[in-house]
């Protein structure tokens, strides 16, 4: 049986949870096969499909996403650091290390595990322009430029307020938790860490008429009895019968 | 094709006239494989290449059931085929009974506030225990079992014996046959 995972693994913890999609839709979405054979007893069953993916800020189920992952697209292999422990989550107090904007601190907006970036809110910027067209000028947009976690942005300390590495640890009680290496300070994990594309908070979601709350689902209604699922219904629905069919032999 | 020679032929440079008779029999033999002439159709697939026609109509005007049942793809017949012609049986078509779902509050979605549930599966020894555990701790308290074990006031539950279990699931209409 071919391997589940193998599109999957590409795919990062960080963009699933915050997703809040099944992981089957995600392999599906991103999923490009160039050929299938057809089904016949002549072809051995294989399909040519894309097995290393071009992760952009385009999130994997994306259209655009899509687009740039192609079948016929031959693309030069990015380089990614491998991160062991992933340490940095939506709302973290950063400051940028390198570029235009070195020495400012700003909210981390949004993150892409994969090629290990992280946009900061508001900082890193650059304008480009939408829709021009010949009489029209275009409209121009600031739009955030990704920044690598590795070597271009640091955590902040919350003890002197300056970047740091963060490790993660383990308290006495047994908490896993991020510290700052240079001090040994708790680095908290941001409120909205939590965050996804459905809620900020689990506690501030707000139900929807389709959504089953907590009392009914935890409410067991089951009363074990000796019926079959199909006498339960039969005589709940008020169906009686009683033929006896004839009896069958297994040889 | 080779051909297997039985039999001697003339020897010509022998000098004494030949004193038997030059017989070949020859019996045709393949030794090239079997595939040989067969094509692997990659680029289309070709129907209907099966079988003589004769078979072909064979096979459509006398089906065999027993053929039928390993190519009918778990579809459960409605009826009974007698003498050419479909009979269907209405106890065979599958009544659906969908309950009345107003007031019904479970819903298809789950919220995210709600905090996982984990339950263990309820198998057929809770079953037992949920239904004739009390009456045999009842029993073996007030000392109502025979020597052998059986209760001596049994309820309806312990009177059921496998069969008429069977019998009652059975009629009904389920799985198990």
């Known amino acids: ?251 | 094709m080779a051909h297997l020679i039985i039999g001697r032929g003339n020897t010509i440079t022998s000098m004494a006239t030949p004193s038997y008779v030059a017989l070949i029999n020859s019996r045709p033999l393949s030794t090239s494989a079997a595939a040989l002439g067969k094509r692997n159709f990659r680029k289309f697939l070709t129907y209907g290449k099966r079988g003589t026609r004769y078979l072909k109509k064979d096979m459509r005007t006398n089906p065999d059931p027993e053929l039928e049942k390993v190519f009918d793809r778990g579809v459960r017949p409605v009826g009974v085929v007698t003498e050419k012609k479909f009979k269907s049986i209405p106890e065979m078509i599958p009544e659906i009974i969908v309950p009345d779902l107003n007031g019904f509050k479970l819903k298809p979605y789950v919220s995210y506030k709600v905090p996982d549930v984990i339950q263990g599966s309820f198998g057929p020894q809770d079953l037992f225990y949920a239904v004739y555990s009390d009456k045999i701790a009842e029993d073996v308290k007030n000392n109502k079992l025979n020597e052998d074990g059986s209760p001596a006031e049994p309820s309806e539950e312990e009177l059921l014996t496998a069969d008429e279990a069977k019998k009652k699931a059975l009629s009904i209409g389920s799985d198990m046959y």
């Open chain 1, 1 to 251: 049986m071919p391997r589940i995972t193998e599109i999957l693994k590409c795919v990062s913890d960080m963009t699933k949870q915050s997703s809040n999609l099944p992981e089957a839709y995600i392999k599906r979405a991103m999923e490009q096969v160039e050929w299938r054979t057809p089904k016949a007893i002549q072809y051995r069953q294989t399909e040519i499909k894309r097995k290393k993916f071009r992760f952009t800020t385009n999130r994997p189920w994306t259209q655009q996403f899509e687009k740039q992952n192609q079948p016929g697209l031959r693309r030069k292999k990015v380089f990614v650091e491998p991160i062991l422990e992933w340490t940095f989550f939506k709302g973290d107090r950063v400051e940028i290390l390198e570029g235009k904007d070195k020495g400012k601190q700003g909210l981390v907006n949004y993150i892409i595990q994969e090629r290990n970036w992280v946009m900061v809110e508001g900082l890193n910027c650059h304008y480009r322009t939408i829709g021009k067209k010949k009489n029209y000028p275009g409209m121009m947009v600031k739009s955030e430029a990704p920044l690598l976690v590795t070597t271009q942005v640091g955590l902040i300390d919350p003890s002197d307020n300056k970047p740091t590495q963060a490790e993660w640890r383990y308290t006495e009680e047994g908490d896993k938790v991020r510290v700052s290496v240079r001090s040994g300070r708790l680095i908290p994990l941001p409120k909205l860490a939590e965050e996804t594309q459905d809620y900020k908070t689990k506690s501030t979601y707000i139900e929807q008429e389709k959504d089953t709350p907590a009392e009914e689902l935890t409410r067991i209604t089951f009363e074990p009895q000796l019926k079959t699922f199909a006498m339960d219904i039969a005589d709940k629905m008020g169906i009686k019968e009683d033929r006896i069919p004839r009896k069958t032999y297994w040889y």
